[in-house]
């Protein structure tokens, strides 16, 4: 089994045909056949199904593609090293809390390891961070999720060996102007809010699935945007917002907007990544600089 044999395997597992498999890796056709001809002979194994619509995976094609992936990474990250030149440490973030999270994760993952390059990614949409990491483009993402297993929230997770790590607990908060007619109310239920206007963001998003679980469909859904918009609607009198506590907390405090004693679900800041690459020597270094306390953020939270 040869890497060059594996590179091609993932081509036709992409184009699904020998000829655009061909045109992609700049080969020919019977190149392409042989190389394939060649692995499952190695194998022992068919690993296609070949039809008049393409090639299909066999169960023992599905079982290669993972490894072949995993081999073909590594391979890369030895090829890097040996020539001196490591690759950049890949990071995903909500950008709910890029700003206010990351730094702490990169001050302590800069003083284990000084000459770590690290790229950010920041995103709003949480799927597109989750199939990232799934693919290998991300090394980790940090997100905000629920319950004992990925996607407790209520989101899909990609068909992928995915782990993740608990940082810590993110108090949500539902605000509403100082003039809310439950503003001074000692205890908020589901019954008091029937009726009101919940600024949300996206269905995607992690505040909107929160929401799901503790309005049900008693108030009336209003699309604002990001946590910024939700919180100065909601300032404004235009709704109601669930919210991370940690974005409105000056807010609150100022007066600006008013927190409703509701009680509102903790979420939690998680780590994620694919556990079939946990052992390359950068990533461990993340997770032990993201599971680090955080004084600083420890004050906040």
Request: proline share 7%.
């Amino acid at each position: 089994m040869e890497l060059r044999q594996l590179r091609t395997f993932e081509a036709v597992v992409a184009h699904r045909t020998v000829t655009e498999a061909a045109n992609a890796l700049g080969l020919a056709p019977s190149s392409v056949s042989e190389q394939v001809r060649a692995l499952e002979r190695s194998l022992d194994v068919p690993l296609f199904e070949r039809g008049p619509k393409g090639m299909r995976l066999t169960p023992a094609g599905e079982r290669l593609r993972e490894w072949a992936g995993r081999l073909l990474r590594q391979a890369e990250e030895a090829r890097l090293d040996v020539a001196g030149t490591r690759p950049p440490l890949r990071l995903g973030a909500l950008e709910t809390i890029a700003a206010t999270h990351v730094p702490g994760v990169l001050a302590r993952l800069a003083e284990r390891r000084p000459g770590l390059r690290v790229e950010v990614r920041a995103d709003a949409a949480r799927d597109q961070l989750l199939d990232a990491v799934a693919a290998g483009d991300l090394e980790a993402a940090l997100l905000l999720d629920s319950g004992p297993g990925l996607g407790g929230l209520g989101f899909a997770t990609p068909p992928a060996p995915l782990d993740f790590l608990d940082l810590e607990p993110v108090p949500l908060a539902l605000v509403a102007a100082p003039g809310h007619r439950l503003a001074d109310a000692a205890r908020v239920g589901r019954a008091d809010l029937r009726g009101e206007r919940l600024l949300v963001n996206v269905p995607a998003c992690s505040f909107w699935l929160a929401g799901e679980r503790l309005f049900g469909d008693g108030v009336e859904r209003v699309r604002a945007g990001s946590v910024t918009v939700m919180s100065s609607w909601a300032e404004r009198g235009l709704g109601v917002a669930l919210v991370p506590e940690f974005a409105v907390r000056d807010r609150i405090a100022a007066g600006a907007l008013a927190r409703l004693a509701v009680d509102a679900p903790d979420l939690s800041l998680r780590l994620v990544w694919r556990a079939d690459r946990e052992s390359r020597p950068d990533l461990r270094a993340m997770l032990y600089a993201a599971g680090s306390p955080d004084p600083e953020v420890a004050s906040r939270a």
